[in-house]
């Protein structure tokens, strides 16, 4: 059975978005990601008052989920804070 044209156009743009993404998670691979902000997370200390950025790659999609350095810096500073 032939493939008709629309489903061969959709095979074949399914098959671009598959190598856009291939090419943008090589390319954050090489050059590391493009991060933005998606927002805040809790950093988990006791003082609930303080927050961590939580950024996204705006070419592959990733998440770091809160896993920076700035976000590092706050917990160190929050446990120093604990700290007696
Ligand atoms: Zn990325
Ligand atoms: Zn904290």
Do not use: F, I
Request: with cysteine.
């Amino acid at each position: 059975m032939r493939a008709t044209v629309k489903e061969r156009l959709d095979a074949a743009r399914a098959e671009v978005a598959r190598l856009e993404r291939e090419a943008a998670l090589a390319s954050c691979a090489e050059a590391g990601h493009t991060w933005e902000s998606l927002g805040g997370a809790h950093c988990g200390c006791e003082d609930g008052h303080c927050s961590v950025p939580v950024l996204t790659c705006t070419r592959c999609g990733g998440c770091d989920y809160g896993e920076n350095a700035e976000a590092a810096e706050t917990r160190r500073q929050c446990q120093e804070r604990a700290a007696p």
